[in-house]
């Protein structure tokens, strides 16, 4: 940040991120105590995909970024900035073990993370919440935000957890107020037509 500061009290700077929005890589979140407050371990496996496919993307869109950067800034007098990472310093800017280094230093998660408490049907060894968002062999904890997702969304998550939200609210009604109605069916992912109103 120090060389963006610096650079940036002299001139105007643009910053572009590339955004990795579905990546083949999948972390572990797990317990490693038994006890309640007990930090879990978490490996992001950042990168991890056999294919090398999140990488290869974030690579073309940084390749993207710099041809941007030498046509169409250049012309009205751009460069790009090296924003001296410690751990790339070894390298020549820009060569190809330059940027494999930055994209691994610069590279961070966003915060929807997904997938850590994932639901599905009882045959499925890796879902974690039932169908009715309550966790298994748990009797009344329920799970309801984007966790419970099996593939990360495309944007912000918070339209999703209100929609899940929502989702549990109209179950917890239905298992405890006599006659309800409720908009979802446990189990299905359509929505009950509403009943018109008299």
């Not at 407050?37 to 991890?48: A, R, S, V």
């Not at 290869?56 to 030498?70: A, K």
């Not at 460069?79 to 494999?100: G, H, L």
């Amino acid at each position: 940040t120090g060389t963006l500061l610096r650079v940036n009290k002299e001139k105007p700077i643009i910053l572009f991120l590339v955004t990795l929005i579905h990546p083949v890589s999948r972390g572990e979140v797990n317990l490693n105590e038994t006890h309640l407050l007990g930090d879990p371990f978490i490996k992001g496996n950042f990168f991890g995909d056999e294919d090398s496919w999140d990488y290869d993307t974030m690579l073309s869109g940084f390749n993207f970024i710099t041809n941007f950067t030498s046509t169409v800034l250049n012309a009205v007098g751009g460069e790009f900035i090296d924003i001296d990472v410690p751990n790339c310093r070894n390298y020549k800017f820009c060569s190809m073990r330059y940027v494999r280094c930055y994209i691994e230093n610069m590279a961070f998660p966003r915060g929807g993370i997904a997938g850590t408490t994932r639901m599905g049907p009882e045959c499925d060894e890796t879902a974690v919440v039932k169908e009715d968002l309550e966790l298994r062999r748990v009797r009344c904890l329920r799970v309801a935000d984007s966790s419970i997702l099996r593939e990360l969304p495309r944007a912000n998550t918070i339209a999703t957890d209100a929609a899940i939200g929502f989702r549990l609210g109209e179950i917890l009604k239905a298992k405890w107020m006599k006659d309800y109605e409720a908009k979802f069916k446990v189990g299905t992912e359509e929505e009950e037509e509403e009943q018109p109103q008299e």
